[in-house]
């Protein structure tokens, strides 16, 4: 499997987070729960995660109840998932082409952007709309990297993002739905075009494509290329949307965030 080339989004994040350093911005009060843990004892853990408001970076905090005068608290950071992460949007149309170049010499790409990548043309690309009827079989259908294969989905690893409809892996997501014929529309987009709340399920993951090339794929059946996707290669969001009358996938540039059931 390809090594991913950073993206401007990358370098973004990358910024935002050194630029913060160790000096976080955390709120103060820090000793609420916002979920618990059972450990190998048994006994109840309070876990209190809260995202620093500079750069996204999240301070665990664990903790046992205690009768005593004192708590013995334990802290960690984890890193923040890029859409996470304050202002990045405004930050990645901020990187110069300079920047972008050293980065990913940094990163072990001194060569830069691979030329048969798609380009990245966030800033002036536009709406498009593809109309499909797709055969479904085993009730799925897939969007990979060009040519990319199957088996980076299926069996779905352990550790794919998971959405009710949709699960995915750098390169591959799988779609889950009925057998036989599906009407699908497919809306790519540079921006967020927002859920159609028209629809009765929507759910949606994050998923890396290498290229910025992909195609849609049927089981044992057809490739239907898609157009070069509006950034480039990087992370994109994928919101499908289902009834029973078909399907409305919506593909758009966003750094890579939870996945969300509507």
């Known amino acids: 499997m390809m090594r991913p080339v950073p993206s401007r989004d990358d370098v973004a994040a990358d910024m935002i987070v050194r630029a913060c350093g160790y000096d976080h911005d955390f709120p103060d009060d820090v000793l609420k729960p916002t979920e618990t843990e059972i450990d190998s004892a048994g006994r109840?853990?309070?876990?209190?995660?809260?995202p620093c408001r500079a750069c996204g970076t999240i301070m665990v905090s664990r903790w046992q109840e205690s009768s005593g005068p004192y708590l013995a608290v334990t802290r960690m950071h984890e890193p923040p998932e890029p859409g996470d992460i304050p202002g990045i949007a405004e930050r990645t149309e901020q990187v110069t082409d300079a920047e972008f170049a050293e980065f990913l010499a940094t990163q072990g790409f001194p060569e830069g952007v691979p030329t048969d990548f798609a380009p990245d043309r966030r800033t002036t690309a536009t709406t498009e709309r593809l109309d499909f009827v797709l055969r479904i079989k085993a009730?799925?259908?897939f969007l990979l990297d060009r040519n990319g294969p199957l088996n980076a989905i299926l069996p779905v690893p352990p550790h794919a993002e998971s959405a009710e409809l949709i699960e995915a892996v750098a390169g591959a997501a799988v779609f889950w739905?009925?057998?036989?014929?599906?009407?699908?529309?497919?809306?790519?987009?540079?921006?967020?075009p927002r859920p159609d709340r028209?629809?009765?399920r929507i759910a949606e993951v994050s998923c890396h494509f290498h290229t910025g090339h992909v195609e849609l794929r049927e089981v044992a059946g057809r490739k239907l290329p898609l157009p070069p996707l509006p950034a480039g290669h990087g992370d994109y969001?994928?919101?499908l949307h289902t009834n029973d009358s078909g399907c409305l996938l919506h593909i758009f540039n966003q750094p890579r965030s939870k996945p969300l059931v509507h």
């Open 44 to 50: 109840t853990i309070n876990v209190n995660r809260v």
């Open 139 to 141: 009730g799925q259908f």
């Open 177 to 192: 739905t009925a057998e036989g014929e599906l009407p699908l529309t497919v809306i790519i987009s540079p921006a967020d």
């Open 198 to 200: 028209s629809y009765d």
């Open 237 to 239: 969001r994928l919101r």
